[in-house]
């Protein structure tokens, strides 16, 4: 299996910060790699596919970037809804394996 | 747009089998390149991809559960379901349905989930 490793493992920030989490994988993965936002109580969201598209109605301060095996999710200006748990995940080979979560709580 | 449902019982006994149904709404099972998957999260822990049936049935299982997962689908109620025998505390979760698509050789990623449904493994 692939293993995804997310850094940090946890993060305090503050609305309008600039956030970067990162994601790598043990082995190359091209550009497949999803990014998921998640809250709890709700349904995982879709926030970036093949490494660096962003979904339809994602915010454009969310994107993308990566490949191989090192991909890095930015937040450009931290929202209050964007407090949440962030995975990333490769869909390269099955099984389709998902990092560990990064939880990004206010300071 | 599509929609999806996971539904089933929220209390399970120990060495029984967890059935659960997932059923898709606003478009059809059968579309082309899409690929019907489940999920879970343990209490406290991350997310965990349990496996997926594509649009032509074939399955992809994780390896972690061994051979107690089985992920099937019905066109003609345009839902798809998830077994899995003989489950312990272990296996109390929430789990999601999800939709995943792929065209072309892009992977579009799960783009449509479910609300999730809390299973306790209990006796």
């Known amino acids: 299996d692939i293993q995804m490793t997310q850094s940090p493992s946890s993060l305090s920030a503050s609305v309008g910060d600039r956030v970067s989490v990162t994601c790598r994988a043990s082995q190359p993965i091209g550009n497949f790699l999803n990014w998921y936002q998640h809250k709890p109580g709700k349904a995982p969201k879709l926030l970036i596919y093949a490494a660096s598209r962003l979904q339809t109605g994602v915010p454009s301060g969310f994107s993308g970037s990566g490949s191989g095996t090192d991909f890095t999710l930015t937040i450009s200006s931290l929202q209050p809804e964007d407090f949440a748990t962030y995975y990333c995940q490769q869909s390269y080979n099955t099984p389709y394996t998902l990092g560990q979560g990064t939880k990004l709580d206010i300071k | 747009q599509v929609q999806l449902q996971e539904s089933g019982p929220g209390l399970v006994k120990p060495a029984q089998t967890l059935s659960l149904t997932c059923s898709v709404s606003g478009g059809s099972i059968s579309s082309r390149g899409r690929y019907w998957s489940w999920i879970r999260q343990l209490p406290g822990k991350g997310l965990e991809w349990l496996g997926f049936?594509?649009?032509?049935?074939?399955?992809y299982y994780n390896p972690s559960l061994r051979s107690r997962v089985t992920i099937s689908v019905d066109t003609s109620q345009n839902q798809f379901s998830l077994k899995l025998t003989s489950v312990t505390e272990a296996d109390t979760a929430v789990y999601y349905c999800?939709?995943?698509?792929?065209?072309?050789?892009?992977?579009?990623?799960?783009?449509?989930w479910g609300q999730g449904t809390s299973v306790t493994v209990s006796s």
């Open positions: 999800a939709r995943d698509r792929q065209d072309s050789g892009t992977h579009f990623g799960m783009d449509v």
């Open positions: 049936i594509s649009y032509g049935g074939t399955t």
